[in-house]
T-cell receptor, first 115, second 112 residues
Framework: GAVVSQHPSRVICKSGTSVKIECRSLDFQATTMFWYRQFPKQSLMLMATSNEGSKATYEQGVEKDKFLINHASLTLSTLTVTSAHPEDSSFYIC???????????FGPGTRLLVL | GENVEQHPSTLSVQEGDSAVIKCTYSDSASNYFPWYKQELGKRPQLIIDIRSNVGEKKDQRIAVTLNKTAKHFSLHITETQPEDSAVYFCAASIGSSYKLIFGSGTRLLVRP
């Protein structure tokens, strides 16, 4: 399967600060990347779909101004959690797919803790 | 909206026994159904997938069956081993798009 990395693996920040999470596709060109959020012992909830060179599309209930997504290249997408609050504490995971493919390969996730 | 239901939420089996996890989906246009295994604190890993034009697929100890009419699909693990212990998620494509909706997960425990 594809190799996907995320950075950082975990981050602790103060309430009100912004946090940027990077998702990289290391061995193929990811035309589409997905961002998920996973609360403890819960399922993966799709937040947004990120396509290279275009604006991300957000799922219902996800604030696009709070969760800024940039997909500047075929190998990198970033998620910025702006003005983070304790309720934003979660496990954020990205996944990638290649052109014409449907299998999603996941990154290792980023654990965010907002104090 | 689209929904995927997964059962059971927890499953405990003796090593060597079989485990079955079932999912139902609501979107009749769904055409892709992957299964992921997630160990604690780790990324979900694809273990098997099936497309709507196939009724069954097998890969060694793992098999998946799909009933399009009833809109349900199942994961079968035979000869379970302790290292199979993890959380398993089913998923269904949203229509024919590449987006997935995930089930709530099944925590499988294989007792040595």
């Amino acid at each position: 399967g594809a190799v996907v990395s995320q950075h950082p693996s975990r981050v602790i920040c103060k309430s009100g600060t912004s946090v940027k999470i990077e998702c990289r596709s290391l061995d193929f060109q990811a035309t589409t990347m997905f961002w998920y959020r996973q609360f403890p012992k819960q399922s993966l909830m799709l937040m947004a779909t990120s396509n290279e060179g275009s604006k991300a599309t957000y799922e219902q209930g996800v604030e696009k101004d709070k969760f800024l997504i940039n997909h500047a290249s075929l190998t990198l997408s970033t998620l910025t959690v702006t003005s983070a609050h304790p309720e934003d504490s979660s496990f954020y995971i990205c996944s990638t797919i290649g052109t014409g493919q449907e299998t999603q390969y996941f990154g290792p996730g980023t654990r965010l803790l907002v104090l | 909206g689209e929904n995927v239901e997964q059962h059971p939420s927890t499953l405990s089996v003796q090593e060597g026994d079989s485990a079955v996890i079932k999912c139902t989906y609501s979107d009749s246009a769904s055409n892709y159904f992957p299964w992921y295994k997630q160990e604690l604190g780790k990324r979900p890993q694809l273990i098997i997938d099936i497309r709507s034009n196939v009724g069954e697929k097998k890969d060694q100890r793992i098999a998946v069956t799909l009933n399009k009419t009833a809109k349900h699909f199942s994961l079968h693990i035979t000869e379970t081993q302790p290292e199979d212990s993890a959380v398993y998620f089913c998923a269904a494509s949203i229509g024919s798009s590449y987006k997935l909706i995930f089930g709530s997960g099944t925590r499988l425990l294989v007792r040595p």
